[in-house]
């Protein structure tokens, strides 16, 4: 039985360490830059960073992918063009990408770079994965989190290329690629500029005994004394419903699907990603061990472990999302 490959997040160069110390298969990070769907200030790497990156995986036998996964700008391709040459001159062994213009460009200047589609891209079905397959020689597809095992099964069971898809951290409820939301309140989105819901935008206040999280000067949610302040974003906020404040979209919570590793491991699917690049190191190498933990007892045919992940999650709560769609 093939193992899974277990890919990792870095936001920084101590966090890629922590990931390869503590067990990964792989690392994805991005550049300093509007190329990447997690452009924070002091995240990522520069071209000296990833040089050094690629070093230390590779010498470990750690390979590191590259995000550059937004959706390049009208009149302004240079930024995206010169990540996909310099992730390529840097030695990465894939580059994520989604959109069609870039995935065109990465597959004529360097037809040996290996190319990922970006959950970013929304691939969900069999014609759009073969359509990026065929068209630009794409080798691995990043699935959406809106589908369920026997969803993605069915997929594998009529494709020839690799799946992954994520297994731990925070959740999106939009369809990637596809949302804007944080436009409406900031004027800068994930998809566009790599930012969702930026930190210069947000603001906690005391309201009495309350604490509110704003965006953009939007309230986004109310905490009671002694309630967790989770960091406001549109599609976790609290707002009112029938005159009664709710979380309309999704909770703050994470996604965990440790549980599911034999469900995910008989529909086929590859590669197993943690998310969390704008997550500091300590995150990053409790989770990747306790992940590399359960796929060494798993590809062993042993017991999974009991790992207690609950002081990292977000919300303090955990989810298998819409791998178990209780809803349909």
């Known amino acids: 039985m093939e193992p899974f490959e277990l890919i990792c997040p870095a936001g920084n160069p101590a966090?890629?360490?922590?990931?390869?110390?503590?067990?990964a298969d792989a690392v994805y990070l991005g550049f300093r830059d509007e190329t990447n769907a997690r452009?924070?200030?002091?995240?990522?790497?520069?071209?000296?960073?990833?040089?050094g990156a690629v070093a230390y995986a590779h010498a470990r036998r750690v390979q590191v992918f590259v995000a550059i996964n937004t959706y390049p700008q009208a009149g302004n391709l240079g930024p995206w063009?010169?990540?996909?040459?310099?992730?390529?001159?840097?030695?990465?062994?894939?580059?994520?990408?989604?959109?069609?213009?870039?995935?065109?460009y990465a597959a004529r200047r360097h037809p040996d770079l290996r190319l990922h589609l970006s959950v970013q891209a929304s691939a969900a079905n069999v014609e759009a994965i073969r359509l990026y397959r065929d068209a630009f020689g794409v080798r691995r597809v990043v699935l959406p989190r809106v589908l369920?095992?026997?969803?993605?099964?069915?997929?594998?069971?009529?494709?020839?290329?690799?799946?992954?898809?994520?297994v731990f951290g925070g959740m999106c409820p939009m369809a990637e690629g596809r949302c804007s939301l944080s436009s409406y309140a900031t004027g800068l989105s994930?998809?566009?500029?790599?930012?969702?819901s930026p930190?210069?935008?947000?603001?906690?206040?005391?309201?009495?005994?309350?604490?509110?999280?704003t965006l953009g000067g939007f309230t986004i949610n109310l905490f009671e004394e002694g309630e967790q302040a989770g960091y406001p974003t549109l599609c976790k906020g609290r707002f009112l419903s029938g005159d009664r404040p709710a979380y309309l979209f999704e909770e703050p919570t994470s996604l965990n699907a440790m549980e599911l590793l034999p469900e995910l491991k008989a529909a086929k699917v590859r590669a197993l990603k943690i998310e969390g690049r704008q997550r500091g190191k300590a995150y990053i190498a409790a989770v990747v061990a306790a992940y590399r933990r359960a796929l060494?007892?798993?590809?062993?045919?042993?017991?999974?472990?009991?790992?207690?992940?609950?002081?990292?999650?977000?919300?303090?709560?955990q989810t298998t999302g819409a791998y178990k769609r209780a809803w349909r």
């Open 15 to 23: 966090a890629l360490r922590a990931a390869v110390d503590a067990g």
């Open 39 to 51: 452009n924070f200030p002091g995240l990522n790497f520069s071209r000296e960073d990833l040089a």
């Open 81 to 104: 063009e010169r990540a996909v040459d310099d992730a390529a001159r840097l030695k990465a062994d894939a580059v994520i990408l989604a959109d069609v213009g870039l995935l065109a």
């Open 148 to 166: 369920t095992v026997p969803e993605i099964a069915r997929l594998n069971a009529e494709i020839d290329i690799e799946t992954e898809v994520f």
């Open 190 to 196: 994930p998809n566009r500029q790599g930012v969702c």
């Open 199 to 213: 930190a210069s935008h947000v603001r906690y206040e005391p309201r009495g005994t309350a604490l509110a999280s």
């Open 296 to 317: 060494d007892a798993f590809a062993k045919g042993q017991a999974l472990p009991t790992l207690n992940l609950d002081a990292v999650v977000e919300g303090g709560a």
